[in-house]
């Protein structure tokens, strides 16, 4: 099955109906060189930008995903977390009736009071309930999860009540935070890791949709793990021992195993022709994963692209 094929599987059965309606799916393609790999990367863009998608792509030369939360730190440097604190305001404001700014223009108390000839206490004190309400009233998302975006909506509306907190909000995020006790004020007294990474990276799918996104595209290039190679012969890049890959396998299972739990997120694994044909560092090695995904019956001569594994034919 050539990349286009495939990526028009993914774009039209799943993308622009089961995914965007709250449902979520791991599909594994396996490419039998870069240049396929790459093409399916650019391929699964084109798509999340054309329905509305928020596009995260990891590398595993550069990103160590066996580590949950360096996955998760990651993604969440991929993502305009003030464009979406807005258009989630944006959209909470307009069900209230109220009139808004142009978007070239803050989305503060002081001109939404102007704007709406209201008492600018009065409506800071209205605003900032109905926000509370509307986040931390969400049990779809983890706790802190709830706790950051709320800091981020209220500097929002008000930037010059802590400008320090918004800033520590997003370092703690997307894992650049140095002391914990920045964003005590929003009451998160622990950063993201292997345990909560994964509720953390469902909490940013579901949020999307609260900013008017449809979902999550989660794009994990991981054919790195299944290379075995000397020390001498590595090129740039993160290389990794069979201990990180198994870890690896069971972070994807354990995504796999969770699709009931998120929301509106595609998880798109590509992987090289190594993961399927390598015993000891291939899915064969960890049978919790291998079961999971590989398909016993299929036909010789085309490929379901509804699979959980699919192979893709080289790039042209």
């Not at 594994?28 to 863009?45: C, H, P, V, Y």
């Not at 195993?257 to 291939?282: I, K, S």
């Not at 919790?288 to 379901?304: C, G, H, K, T």
Request: glycine share 4%.
């Amino acid at each position: 099955m050539s990349p286009e094929e495939w990526v028009a599987v993914v774009g039209n059965e799943y993308l622009a109906s089961y995914v965007r309606q709250g449902g979520a799916a791991v599909k594994f393609a396996a490419a039998s060189t870069d240049a396929g790999r790459t093409e399916l990367r650019q391929r699964l863009a084109a798509t999340a930008e054309a329905q509305g998608y928020q596009l995260a792509q990891v590398d595993a030369t550069e990103v160590r995903l066996h580590l949950a939360d360096r996955l998760f730190h990651a993604v969440a440097a991929q993502v305009d977390w003030d464009g979406l604190a807005r258009a989630f305001l944006e959209r909470l404001l307009r069900a209230r009736g109220m009139r808004l700014p142009q978007s070239s223009q803050p989305l503060t108390v002081a001109r939404l009071a102007e704007l709406n000839a209201a008492p600018e206490e009065l409506l800071r004190t209205e605003l900032r309930r109905a926000v509370e309400r509307e986040l931390f009233e969400d049990y779809a998302m983890s706790r802190e999860f709830r706790l950051a975006t709320l800091a981020l909506c209220l500097a929002q509306l008000d930037p010059t009540d802590n400008p320090a907190l918004e800033a520590s909000v997003k370092a703690w995020l997307r894992g650049d935070l140095r002391l914990l006790s920045e964003v005590k004020r929003a009451l998160i007294f622990q950063r993201v890791n292997r345990h909560n990474a994964r509720h953390m990276l469902f909490s940013l799918a579901h949020w999307l949709t609260l900013a008017g996104r449809s979902g999550l595209l989660l794009v994990l290039d991981i054919a790195r793990y299944a290379e075995a190679v000397r020390p001498a012969q590595r090129g740039a890049g993160n290389y990794y021992s069979t201990a990180a890959t198994m870890d690896l396998y069971e972070m994807l299972r354990e995504l796999i195993d969770a699709t009931d739990e998120a929301h509106a997120c595609f998880v798109g694994v590509l992987v090289g022709p190594d993961f399927l044909q390598d015993d000891r560092r291939g899915v064969r090695s960890y049978q919790a994963l291998y079961f999971r995904i590989w398909d016993e019956v299929y036909d010789r001569n085309r490929e379901n692209p509804f699979s959980s594994l699919t192979r893709i034919a080289a790039a042209a």
